[in-house]
């Protein structure tokens, strides 16, 4: 079955430091990915996503993601966080269906 | 306004009653999707619908149903709510046009069962 695993339960970084959000999967085809972030009281927003073609896609609010084939990995990084960018981060992943399966979140605190 | 719009914002109820969520979009989206988030968990699925006539069950629908009463609205209900039905619950659209679409959510309800 098709799964999708965060490592890290939450992560601290000083702001303005860089930042590797972790994701695996688990599919025996390319899936489809998402990073998708959650402030607090709000719904998620897509970050950003990856279909196919280079592997280093750009996303909003200056996120960038690598999908890595040999590592079933899509990790979401950011070279200098802000204290605005504390929040959930989710990965998701889509097989070609109907359904989104998403990681259970990495909570990001921002510290001055 | 929102895109996708859920109400009440937050509910504290009590075992045993009937409570509905409901979601708006004017997104003009076919598909529509209930989650629950559980601290941990991330989002499981609860019901989808792909257009009016069409429902499905997610991976979590006991004790769940669901209602889509036009393109645009998508009803959650809990016949008999329970504790472990505490949880914050998201509605979610996605267009249908193209393959794998990224969702669009709702602020979420924070619902509360005592």
């Known amino acids: 079955a098709q799964s999708v695993t965060q490592p890290d339960i939450h992560i601290t970084v000083s702001e303005g430091a860089s930042l590797e959000l972790r994701c695996n999967y688990s599919y025996g085809a390319t899936p489809y990915l998402f990073w998708y972030v959650q402030s607090p009281g709000q719904g998620l927003q897509l970050l950003l996503k990856?279909?196919?073609?280079?592997?280093l896609v750009q996303g909003i609010k200056g996120f960038e993601a690598e999908f890595k084939r040999s590592q079933s990995s899509f990790n979401l990084r950011k070279p200098s966080v802000h204290w605005s960018d504390a929040a959930e981060y989710f990965c998701?992943?889509?097989?070609?269906?109907?359904?989104?399966?998403f990681g259970a979140g990495t909570r990001l605190f921002v510290k001055a | 306004d929102a895109d996708v719009t859920q109400t009440p914002r937050n509910r504290i109820t009590k075992t045993g009653k009937r409570i509905m969520l409901e979601c708006s979009q004017t997104?003009?989206?076919?598909?529509m999707y209930w989650y629950r988030q559980d601290p941990g968990l991330g989002l499981r699925l609860i019901y989808y619908?792909?257009?009016?006539?069409?429902?499905n069950k997610g991976e979590i629908s006991d004790g769940y149903s669901v209602s889509r009463q036009a393109q645009a609205k998508f009803s959650l209900s809990l016949e008999s709510a329970i504790p472990n039905q505490t949880a914050l619950y998201f509605c979610a659209t996605s267009d249908a046009g193209q393959i794998n679409q990224p969702q669009h959510f709702g602020d979420g309800t924070r619902l509360s069962i005592l």
């Open positions: 998701a992943v889509n097989t070609g269906g109907f359904k989104t399966i």
């Open positions: 990856y279909f196919s073609g280079d592997t």
């Open positions: 619908s792909f257009d009016v006539k069409d429902i």
């Open positions: 997104k003009g989206h076919d598909r």
